[in-house]
């Protein structure tokens, strides 16, 4: 089914370069028919390729810190300049934690970090969601999602305060979901993601071994950044017009395993070795 978001208008928070989850759902919406506006951090603009993905898709790139009031709210001001009025969805593919980044563990947290990490990670989409139910900038039936993982409800080694970030944009959404579901019939959804290798996701300690871990386990693979994609088109989209305020696991099935065939054969081996 190709034209899902034929005339519809929307916002992409995050595409840093071709790895990035925002940058592939920016191509597929664009591919559906959407008229986009991206945007990031000035700092994310001069090191990502922002502007390439702008030219293929036609798109306005608008730089903005997701920690910014005074940003954000600039940003949605001009966004509705340039689509001469309200829009229809919103990705927020935010996050980062300077504790992951300087190798500082859970238990060992520096709390001035950990600050930044909920208000770069989690804050920043009360605070898109705020500015745009205060402007009124999205259309009826309109559609925000949020990229999760797993890791909000299931403790994972080296994913450290991110899991914390996680589990309170996922609150937030549900929070949220209610007041503009409630208000002006717009959607608010997260989606919890597989181990995905971009940018930010392979700097996490030990990424391999969880990635390869959890396509071992999940009946499905891992799902990739392109079907994460489409996922979140269909959410943008009219056919989920009363899915809201939910965690939608996209994990090829992890979410709801123990203990797959494949990691057992795979942990025999290590006994093996072991001996």
Partial sequence: MEGLLKGKKGIIFGALNEKSIAW?????????????????????????????????????????????????????????????????FILHSIGMSPNVRKGISYEQTNYDNMLKTLDISALSFHRILQTC???????????????????????????????????????????FGYIYGRDRKVRVNTISQSPTPTTAGSGIYGFDALYDFSDRMSPLGNASAQECANYCVTLFSDLTRMVTMQNLYHDGGFSSMGMSFRA????????????
Wanted: charge should be negative.
């Fill in 133 to 175: 139910y205060k402007f009124d900038a999205i259309n009826e039936w309109g559609s925000v999602v949020a990229l999760s993982y797993v890791a909000a409800q299931r403790t994972l080694y080296g994913y450290n305060d991110m899991g914390d970030a996680k589990a309170l944009l996922e609150s937030i959404a549900r929070s």
């Fill in 264 to 275: 057992i054969e795979q942990y025999i081996k290590s006994f093996k070795d072991c001996k």
């Fill in 24 to 88: 592939q759902v920016a191509l597929k919406a664009h591919e559906h028919g959407a008229e986009l506006v991206l945007t990031n951090s000035p700092v994310a603009i001069r090191m990502g390729n922002i502007k390439e993905l702008a030219e293929i898709t036609g798109s306005k790139v608008i730089s903005a810190d997701a920690t910014s009031m005074k940003d954000i709210e600039e940003l949605i001001a001009e966004a509705m300049k340039i689509f001469g009025g309200k829009f229809d």
